[in-house]
């Protein structure tokens, strides 16, 4: 185990190294990853991520799907599936990261990525031309964090979300 926390304390290393261009991010990461088995999950969640942030969206779709289809730890998974559902949604996929982005949303309310999802649910609901209910699931997620006001931006929040249904 601690070969894989030295490895993923590098690759957060190259990840936290804000001097470094996208290519050669892609380029680092791909070093660390082929110190893992080519199937490795984590080293392809990696690897998409490279080429996600550095706009190479097609080739981090196909190593999203093939580190989900692996399988991946819950946290990791939860990123990729955010992750991949944002690429896809960059790439005209809008259904498709809608129906993931929306189970990932509804799967955990309570969990440590629930706002993540929601931030990346509401945008796909944006491009799919569904801005107020973009609003309400984004002001739901909001809500909890304000100093005062939590439940008045909670009730109007739903009270968009009703509206709609």
Same mark, same amino acid.
């Given at each position: 185990?601690?070969?894989?926390?030295?490895?993923?304390?590098?690759? $957060?290393?190259?990840?936290?190294?804000?001097?470094?261009?996208?290519?050669?991010?892609? %380029?680092?990461?791909?070093?660390?990853?082929? /110190?893992?088995?080519?199937? $490795?999950?984590?080293?392809?969640?990696?690897?998409?991520?490279? @080429?996600?942030?550095?706009?190479? /969206?097609?080739?981090?779709?196909?190593?999203?799907?093939? *580190?989900?289809?692996?399988?991946?730890?819950?946290?990791?998974?939860?990123?990729? &599936?955010?992750?991949? %559902?944002? &690429?896809?949604?960059?790439?005209?996929?809008?259904?498709?990261?809608?129906?993931?982005?929306?189970?990932? +949303?509804?799967?955990?309310? @309570?969990?440590?990525?629930?706002?993540?999802?929601?931030?990346?649910?509401?945008? %796909?609901?944006?491009?799919?031309?569904?801005?107020?209910?973009?609003?309400?699931? *984004?002001?739901?997620?909001?809500?909890?964090?304000?100093?005062?006001?939590?439940?008045?931006?909670?009730? +109007?929040?739903? /009270?968009?979300? $009703?509206?709609?249904?």
């Amino acid at each position: 185990m601690r070969h894989l926390d030295d490895w993923q304390d590098r690759v $957060d290393a190259v990840w936290a190294n804000d001097t470094l261009v996208p290519d050669d991010v892609i %380029a680092r990461i791909d070093a660390l990853a082929a /110190e893992l088995p080519d199937d $490795d999950p984590v080293a392809l969640f990696e690897r998409a991520g490279a @080429r996600d942030s550095a706009g190479v /969206e097609d080739e981090a779709e196909v190593l999203y799907r093939r *580190a989900l289809a692996i399988g991946l730890d819950d946290e990791r998974r939860t990123r990729a &599936t955010i992750q991949l %559902a944002s &690429t896809i949604r960059n790439l005209g996929k809008t259904d498709e990261a809608l129906g993931m982005l929306r189970a990932e +949303y509804e799967r955990e309310p @309570r969990g440590p990525l629930h706002d993540a999802a929601a931030a990346f649910y509401a945008l %796909a609901l944006v491009s799919n031309g569904e801005a107020e209910r973009a609003a309400s699931v *984004a002001l739901q997620a909001l809500a909890p964090h304000l100093p005062r006001y939590t439940r008045s931006v909670t009730g +109007y929040a739903r /009270e968009i979300a $009703d509206h709609l249904d």
